[in-house]
């Protein structure tokens, strides 16, 4: 908001705001919706903020909730639904003509597989 109210004070056109969320929340303020502030936790660093906002925003996507977010979700954030859709993706990728394709694809799966891994082994 602090970006929004800046923003006000100057001439702007909505379409130049490069960020989905200063977009959408600069357009909802225009239209005249209430929009709150709140302080979840006050003195935070900002790498305790950060782990926060990534923690609330994994909790919504992992509920279902990624269309009500205007925030940029990291690519780390995934449903198991949508990590498979990705893999069975990679894995139909093998059998393209493109060698390209098939290399960067096979290495992606490898990646993959190894952080799954790693994350068993961790967990």
Excluded: C
Excluded at 23 to 36: D, E, H, I, P, Y
Excluded at 68 to 87: D, G
């Amino acid at each position: 908001m602090k970006e929004v109210r800046s923003r006000l004070k100057r001439d702007f056109r909505v379409q130049s705001i490069g960020s989905i969320l200063q977009r959408n929340l600069t357009k909802a303020f225009l239209s005249g919706a209430q929009v709150t502030e709140q302080v979840l936790i006050n003195d935070l660093t900002e790498k305790a903020a950060y782990k926060l906002e990534y923690d609330k925003l994994r909790e919504y996507v992992l509920a279902g909730k990624r269309d009500q977010l205007w925030n940029v979700i990291p690519a780390s954030i995934q449903t198991p639904q949508e990590i498979q859709a990705y893999t069975e993706r990679l894995q139909r990728n093998l059998n393209r003509r493109d060698r390209w394709v098939r290399t960067l694809s096979a290495m992606t799966l490898e990646a993959l597989r190894g952080g799954q891994d790693q994350h068993r082994t961790e967990t």
